[in-house]
C-alpha cells in the first residue's frame, strides 16, 4: 500500500488550497479514504472520510469550508480547502484502514498565515 499526498503549501486566511492523495496497491474503489492532520503539540485529527459508497463526514471545525472527494479510476482523493484560516496549519496525510492496519502516505505541510 502507498499513499503519497501533494498539493499543501502557503495560503492567506480567506485562501483556498487542493490537496490530491495518490493510491495504489489496494483495490482503492472498495475502501474508504480519509485526510488527517497534526498540528505541532496536538494530537493527529480526522478531518474528511469519504466512504467506498462516496458518502462523506467532516470534522465540526472544517464543515462548510473543506471537501472531499475521491476518484476511483484516477485512484485519487482530493480535499479541496476553503476559506482556510490560521489553526488549519498542520502537516495533512492521507489514511486507508485495511485488515485491522491503518497506513499513512508522507504528509503535506499547509500553512495558513498573512
Known amino acids: 500500500v502507498q499513499l503519497q499526498a501533494s498539493g499543501g503549501g502557503l495560503a492567506q486566511p480567506g485562501g483556498s488550497l487542493r490537496l490530491s492523495c495518490a493510491a495504489s496497491?489496494?483495490?482503492?474503489?472498495?475502501?474508504?479514504m480519509g485526510w488527517y492532520r497534526q498540528a505541532p503539540g496536538n494530537q493527529r485529527e480526522l478531518v474528511a472520510l469519504?466512504?467506498?459508497?462516496?458518502?462523506?463526514n467532516y470534522a465540526d471545525s472544517v464543515k462548510g469550508r473543506f471537501t472531499i472527494s475521491r476518484d476511483n479510476i484516477r485512484r485519487r482523493v482530493y480535499l479541496q480547502m476553503n476559506n482556510v484560516k490560521p489553526e488549519d496549519t498542520a502537516i495533512y496525510s492521507c489514511?486507508?484502514?485495511?485488515?485491522?492496519?491503518?497506513?499513512w502516505g508522507k504528509g503535506t505541510q499547509v500553512t495558513v498565515s498573512s
Open positions: 469519504v466512504t467506498g459508497g462516496g458518502s462523506t
Open positions: 489514511n486507508v484502514f485495511i485488515n485491522s492496519r491503518n497506513y
Open positions: 496497491g489496494f483495490i482503492f474503489s472498495l475502501n474508504d
